[in-house]
Each structure stands twice: as C-alpha cells, then as structure tokens.
C-alpha cells in the first residue's frame, strides 16, 4: 500500500512509500482509509519542530523504522479483529466490514489515576496515533477498537468524517460552558477556531465575535456564523510600548461589538501571548476564558494578572484533546444537523488526491487555508 512517511530528523523528509498493509490485531479494526485531514501537528512533524521531535526519535528508534504521520482520518472497516465485540462507550455499538468510522487519534491507557476517573483525555500514558506509532496517511491502518467511531454514512460524508477529530477539539472547547445566549469572542480563527464558532452558533451563542490577524481566516469566520470579526495586527516583538497600543484597540473593539453584551466566554485558540493577554483583558468580570492554543515559547506575561483574574473572579479553564466518548457522542448529534454539515465543508477549503501530499502540506503552512485534506482513496 502507499504511505507518506517520515524518513529522517530534518525539516521535509517525507517518502512517498510502498509499505505492507497492516496486519488487523485481535482488539483492532482494519481500515481502508478514505481521507484525512492536516493538523498544526503534522506541520510541526513536517518542519521538524522541536515539540515533537523527542515523541517520534523515542518510538522510531531513531528512524530505524519510518513513522507513517496523519492522526486526523476516517476509513471503511475491512477487518475485525476477534476480540472486538464492539465500539463506543462500554463497546456497546456493534461494528462489521462496511462501517464508516472515524478515528479517535489519543489512545488512553485505562489503567492510570486519571483514567481510572473517568478522565481520559488526559491520560498520563497516552499514545498519538501518527506520532507515536503509524498514521492514517496510508491506504489502510489498523487502530484499536476503542479509538473507532461510527457514522452513519447516509448522512456523513467522507469529508466531514475525516475532520470529526479536530472538530471535536471545538466541540470539547466550546461546549465546556455553555455557550446559549453568551457573548463569545474567539481569538484565533485557524479550523479549530472556525469548528468552535460553528459549535457556538449551534448551541445557541447569542453573539459571536472573531479576532485574527489574517484576512482570509476572518472570512470563513463570517461564513460559518461570527456575527463581527476585527483583524488584529501584528506587532513587531521589542516595541513593548506598540503591543499595548494595539492590546488596547482591540479589546476596545470588542467591547463595541459586544454591546449592550459583555464577552462572557473568551476562547483562546491562537497561542499567541498577546492575544492570550488580550483575550483575559477582554473578558468580562465573572467571565470564563477558554484556554486551547499552544503557544511557541514556554513563559507567557500576563500583563494584569491580579486585576484580569483574581480581581476579576475570571474561570480559565485549559482543554484539550476529546472527552472520550461525551465529546465524540455530542459530535456524533452536531454532524447529523445539515446545517452544521455544510459549515464544516466551509471550512475544508482545499482537497488534494494522497499522491499530491507536498502541495497541501504547502498550503496548509501557507495559512491562506482552512482545513486541508487529502483523499486517500475514491470509491
Ligand atoms: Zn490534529
Ligand atoms: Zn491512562
């Protein structure tokens, strides 16, 4: 079968591969894999960035076997494996040869503190499918049962099953508080941000205000629901004196475009410190901030930490990865909605065939995009 994998620790790297299909364990379900979708991660892989270098040496043996990448996908069951009697919450959901189901990319271990309280997501012993063992950028992958997810592939294309992963990165975000009848302000409308305005607006947000600094991103914003979007502006690092200026016209932007609202849900999904600062400086007293983007450097200043927070009784509240299985069971009623559909092809901007995999990775780098996704195999 064909692969792209990653073949050595520099920037680039990715092989075009003839690699033997993956042999189907007795807790797995082999998948003939019909698209996947790129995330910042496989960027990070792509560039060889330092976030994600230790994860692939460690389980690559130093690329003595090449790590096939992709963590966001969705495939036909061709195999089950002899043990599986089933998938979903307490393997209650029957599986066969034929289902479309997409791929929760955290494997849990079950096992540790967290897990045995029911909080998966954060799992202290995870595994990243397509980083810490092989991806779904293959024709065919082998995951365990318990990362499958059914849809119904009558209402479900293959394009919206392939992002239903990242997408529930939005749903667990914006759903974490209830978002109806709430003034939300977004900061960061890359496709986890555009998927959380789309949630937001599904669950009833009464007012929906998009922050970015790039153009085109503030116009798919428009396009799946954010009632204003203000294009913030970089600011050159070094000219402390400018990063406030431009802080403030913000967030005085924002509270024009909340009125007579107040923003009383902040999500952060860009990671950048400024707009983290902004984002507790914009919220309101009594306000909840979402915390989701990563940001490059490790340390963050927090310009007003006891006035934005602790005077202000703010909740932040960190998210990651999927509530397994609340997330995908609410992802699952979020799909079936038509409208919710058509708003997330909104924001799959371009579709590449596997073999153009150089072109996308391009584009999605280029952030003049939405969601990319590659079909790795047609009907
Ligand atoms: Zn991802
Ligand atoms: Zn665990």
């Known amino acids: 079968m064909k692969a792209i994998r990653k073949v050595a620790p520099r920037p680039g790297a990715?092989?075009?591969?003839?690699?033997?299909?993956?042999?189907?364990?007795a807790a797995e379900v082999l998948l003939r894999v019909r698209a996947a979708s790129l995330c910042g991660t496989d960027a990070h892989i792509y560039n060889w960035d330092g976030s994600v270098r230790e994860m692939i040496l460690s389980t690559t043996d130093h690329f003595r076997r090449p790590r096939v990448i992709g963590h966001?996908?969705?495939?036909?069951?061709v195999e089950v494996g002899r043990d599986v009697r089933g998938v979903g919450d307490g393997a209650s959901e029957p599986i066969r040869a034929g289902d479309l189901?997409?791929?929760?990319?955290?494997?849990?271990?079950?096992?540790?503190?967290?897990?045995?309280?029911?909080?998966?997501?954060?799992?202290?012993?995870?595994?990243?499918?397509?980083?810490?063992?092989?991806?779904?950028?293959?024709?065919?992958?082998?995951?365990?049962a318990s990362c499958a997810w059914l849809n119904d592939p009558a209402a479900v294309p293959v394009e919206v099953a392939c992002v239903e992963e990242p997408f529930g990165n939005a749903v667990h975000a914006a759903t974490e508080y209830d978002p109806r009848g709430q003034c939300v302000v977004l900061?960061?409308?890359?496709?986890?941000?555009?998927?959380s305005i789309i949630v937001a607006g599904a669950f009833g947000a009464e007012r929906i205000i998009a922050v970015d600094t790039i153009a085109f991103r503030l116009?798919?914003?428009?396009?799946?629901?954010?009632?204003?979007?203000?294009?913030?502006?970089?600011?050159?690092?070094?000219?402390?004196?400018?990063?406030?200026?431009?802080?403030e016209r913000i967030v005085g932007l924002i509270r024009d475009a909340a009125a007579p609202y107040e923003p009383d849900l902040v999500f952060e999904m860009s990671g950048h410190p400024d707009a983290i600062d902004a984002a507790l400086r914009a919220v309101r007293r009594g306000g909840k901030v979402i915390l989701f983007g990563l940001p490059k450097q490790q340390a963050i200043t927090l310009e007003r930490y006891a006035e934005d927070v602790i005077f202000g009784g703010v909740t932040l509240k960190g998210i990651i990865g999927r509530k397994i299985y609340g997330t995908w069971a609410r992802t699952r009623e979020l799909v079936s909605r038509p409208d919710v559909r058509s708003k997330i092809c909104a924001v799959i901007t371009h579709t590449f065939?596997?073999?153009?995999?150089?072109?996308?990775?391009?584009?999605m780098i280029g952030r003049d995009s939405g969601k990319v996704v590659l079909r790795i195999s047609e009907d």
């Open 219 to 247: 116009g798919l914003a428009s396009r799946v629901g954010a009632h204003s979007t203000l294009l913030s502006i970089p600011v050159l690092a070094g000219d402390p004196g400018a990063r406030d200026r431009e802080r």
């Open 101 to 144: 189901v997409s791929a929760e990319s955290h494997i849990v271990c079950g096992t540790c503190y967290q897990c045995r309280r029911g909080q998966y997501h954060v799992c202290t012993r995870e595994r990243i499918i397509g980083v810490h063992r092989d991806g779904g950028f293959a024709e065919y992958i082998a995951i365990p």
């Open 14 to 25: 990715l092989e075009w591969a003839d690699i033997d299909v993956p042999a189907c364990g």
């Open 72 to 77: 966001e996908f969705c495939g036909e069951v």
């Open 187 to 195: 900061f960061g409308a890359g496709p986890i941000g555009l998927f």
């Open 353 to 363: 065939p596997f073999v153009r995999y150089e072109e996308a990775f391009a584009k």
